[in-house]
């Protein structure tokens, strides 16, 4: 009995809409309602047809934080959009810390 293992590293990830929607166990029209509200691409992006969209891991990332608040919290999507957009800064400014404490040593 064999079991397949379909997995990439999530840095070199480069995903298109049906991937993304799979991985992420989410249907085709929940991430394209994201794009069009603002929370995932850029404004460039939207304009263009939804299968030619790529999306990378911090796509990948911010879909499942976005899912997982909207379903913790019972938050709408540009709320759980809002909290995801904090704790990337959160995370960027933390990095930035430590790098300059590092640069200090």
Do not use: Y
């Amino acid at each position: 009995m064999s079991h397949e293992i379909d997995a990439i590293l999530l840095e070199d990830a480069k995903l298109n809409l049906d991937e993304l929607a799979r991985s992420c166990q989410v249907s085709r029209k929940w991430i394209i309602e994201r794009v069009e509200w603002g929370l995932l691409l850029d404004e460039d992006s939207i304009a263009s047809d939804p299968a030619t969209w790529i999306f990378d891991s911090r796509s990948f990332i911010r879909i499942k934080r976005i899912i997982a608040i909207e379903r913790d919290f019972e938050g709408n999507p540009e709320l759980a959009g809002l909290v995801a957009d904090l704790l990337e800064e959160i995370e960027f400014l933390r990095a930035r810390l430590r790098a300059s404490e590092l640069n200090e040593d």
